[in-house]
T-cell receptor, first 116, second 117 residues
Framework: AQKVTQAQTEISVVEKEDVTLDCVYETRDTTYYLFWYKQPPSGELVFLIRRNSFDEQNEISGRYSWNFQKSTSSFNFTITASQVVDSAVYFCALSGLTGGGNKLTFGTGTQLKVEL | NAGVTQTPKFQVLKTGQSMTLQCAQDMNHNSMYWYRQDPGMGLRLIYYSASEGTTDKGEVPNGYNVSRLNKREFSLRLESAAPSQTSVYFC???FGTGRTSSNQPQHFGDGTRLSIL
């Protein structure tokens, strides 16, 4: 069975602080894919990034960076110099070939609050 | 460039009433999904359709039915609404089907906020 754990329910930071959102996953698949989604207060779900299991290269996009470590089954998300607009719920998700590859398993989300 | 469109955006029902939530996508995606989002529980899969003409149960299917009307449309029906079904419902679609879709992100609609009194 697939499982995604986001142990941090809520994080509060002051603007310009760096913040890391943790994601730990479990899967028996050798090929799988990890995703991060952002849900701002307006409620829509926005796709941020995809990472496949055979590419452990870290990725940076502006103030966002992702650290994928297979050895610890983690796919953590760091926001550098956080801004108020980063306030949102962030979901980590896992898609593997178990069950025919159709399903995406979500974590319970981390609420990030960035204050002035 | 609509993507995934859900209707209605808000609805209030009384216990026992029926309701169909509509979802349509214009991205020519094969796979479509219905989720519910409840506080502290993330998104839980209700039903999905890997291709036109097929539907399968997800994690929490009880109390719901679905219809994949055609490639574009996937509806979710509550036959006899219960207060426990008060939630935000999201429809999503994804390119490909089965193993060919596992590396694809899902694209979500804006959600339907459903309250059952």
């Amino acid at each position: 069975a697939q499982k995604v754990t986001q142990a941090q329910t809520e994080i509060s930071v002051v603007e310009k602080e760096d913040v890391t959102l943790d994601c730990v996953y479990e899967t028996r698949d050798t090929t799988y894919y990890l995703f991060w989604y952002k849900q701002p207060p307006s409620g829509e779900l926005v796709f941020l990034i995809r990472r496949n299991s055979f590419d452990e290269q870290n990725e940076i996009s502006g103030r966002y960076s992702w650290n994928f470590q297979k050895s610890t089954s983690s796919f953590n998300f760091t926001i550098t110099a956080s801004q108020v607009v980063d306030s949102a719920v962030y979901f980590c998700a896992l898609s593997g070939l178990t069950g025919g590859g159709n399903k995406l398993t979500f974590g319970t989300g981390t609420q990030l609050k960035v204050e002035l | 460039n609509a993507g995934v469109t859900q209707t209605p955006k808000f609805q209030v029902l009384k216990t026992g009433q029926s309701m169909t939530l509509q979802c349509a996508q214009d991205m020519n995606h094969n796979s479509m999904y219905w989720y519910r989002q409840d506080p502290g529980m993330g998104l839980r899969l209700i039903y999905y359709s890997a291709s036109e003409g097929t539907t399968d149960k997800g994690e929490v299917p009880n109390g719901y039915n679905v219809s994949r009307l055609n490639k574009r449309e996937f509806s979710l029906r509550l036959e006899s609404a219960a207060p426990s079904q008060t939630s935000v419902y999201f429809c999503a679609s994804r390119f490909g089907t089965g193993r060919t879709s596992s590396n694809q992100p899902q694209h979500f609609g804006d959600g339907t906020r459903l309250s059952i009194l």
